[in-house]
Structure formats: C-alpha cells, structure tokens
C-alpha cells in the first residue's frame, strides 16, 4: 500500500514562485511588443487623415494660398495668377451669403479661408474660399447647398482689398461661380471683372474668361487633400 506525502512548504513556494514568473515574462513580452511595434495600417490611414483634416489651421496661410499660382490661360499656354490679399477672418457665416449659412453650420463648418487673385492680365478677380470640415461625409452635405451651373449667387462672398485694382469686386460684381470637394475640404471660387461691372449689365457671358478659376480651384484642393506619409516620429502627427 502506498504511503501519500505532502510536499514541503518551500517546495510549493518554490513552484508558484516560478509560475507567477512565467506568467509575468509572458504578460511584459506582450506588453513590450505592443510598446515597440510599429503603427498599424489602419492606425496609418487614421493619423494621415487626421494630418490632412487639420492643414487649415497647422498650415501658414501662404502655403494654403501661394503668392503665385499657375493655370492654363484662355489662349492656351501657362501664366500665373497673383495673389492680391487673404482675408483674416475665417468664420464660416462672414464668407457666404447668408442663404448658405444654415447648411454651412449643419454640417458642422470649421472654417472658412479666403484669399483674392487676380489674372496675368489683371481683368479679371477671383476670390479661392476653403471651407473646412470635419471629414468628407459633412464636406459632400455641404456641398449640395451651394447653386448649380455656376450661378454666382447665393455662394462664396467677394474678397476686395481697398486701394488695390480688387477693391470694385462686390457682390453684385460676382458673375460666376466654382467648386469642388476632396476630403474634408470644399474649395469655392467666385469670380468678375475688375472694373465691378454687375453681373447683369455684361448680357451674354463669355464663360472662357473665368475658366482659369477652376485651375486655381483645383490647385488649392489638391495641395490640401492629399495625404502625406505620415511621420509618426514628428510633432505633427499621431500615430
């Protein structure tokens, strides 16, 4: 018959020792891990979009409007359009008209920039406005407000500088319109005559003279929708 034993003391203090060892390897090896390893590929996607949702506000202004940009002119050939003014205000009501503000505000508007530039020519002003929001769904809601076709108005306000060849370019000196969406972003244009004549006194509308807008559009909005690799080691990001 054989003889049941009851191990030492010290041998089982021994053994939980060792396991609770174990048990705390593998949990800091997990922990370690997790610490060390490299930022996921959603976690990627995340902090690129972030980044790019918040260019309106960490970028100097001159980045979001470059003193010069270049587009494709009536005539064919490249010229570049400069840079007048931007305005120091970026509310969202005080850059449309006031039709536009409830949609603006319901999709949650963060801000609206807005700069003036004038052609190579110096005949025609455009006003570039970028309306922020907080991702592409409430960008696309917004966008829906604003008129087709072009009309003018309601839409992006006018930007004129006082003492400068703008300062005639009103609201009634709107005679056309643009924009267009990527990401978080709607980039609108409005665009007239230098001299301010009304929209309604020019008859049938040369369109061709303000097709150069939609380059100067598109410009903004690319530089400003499209995502960067993201630096997960700079102040910028967050990954």
Do not use: N
Not at 54 to 65: L, Y
Not at 76 to 83: I, L, M, P, S
Not at 118 to 147: E, H, K, N, Y
């Amino acid at each position: 018959m054989s003889e049941s034993r009851a191990w030492p003391p010290f041998v089982i203090i021994s053994a939980l020792t060792l396991i609770c060892a174990v048990v705390a390897g593998v949990t800091g090896g997990a922990a370690g891990a997790e610490l060390t390893r490299g930022p996921s590929a959603a976690e990627i996607r995340q902090a690129s979009a972030e980044e790019m949702a918040r260019r309106w506000r960490t970028w100097p202004a001159g980045k979001v409007f470059p003193a010069l940009l270049p587009y494709i002119a009536e005539q064919g050939g490249e010229e570049k359009a400069r840079r007048v003014g931007i305005s120091s205000r970026t509310d969202c009501a005080a850059a449309v008209d006031v039709a536009l503000r409830s949609a603006l505000r319901t999709a949650g508007c963060r801000a609206v920039l807005r700069a003036t530039y004038l052609d190579a020519l110096q005949g025609v002003v455009v006003t570039i406005g970028v309306a922020a929001f907080p991702d592409q769904a409430s960008a696309l809601a917004a966008r829906t407000a604003f008129p087709k076709a072009g009309r003018p108005a309601p839409g992006l306000r006018a930007l004129a500088f006082p003492q400068t060849v703008t300062d005639r370019f009103t609201a009634a000196a709107r005679q056309t319109s643009s924009l267009a969406q990527a990401g978080p972003y709607l980039v609108l244009t409005t665009a007239g005559q230098v001299d301010g004549r009304p929209a309604r006194s020019v008859g049938r509308q040369r369109s061709t003279i303000f097709a150069f807008a939609s380059d100067l559009e598109e410009r903004v909005l690319t530089a400003l929708a499209t995502p960067a690799r993201p630096d997960c080691a700079g102040k910028d990001w967050q990954c």
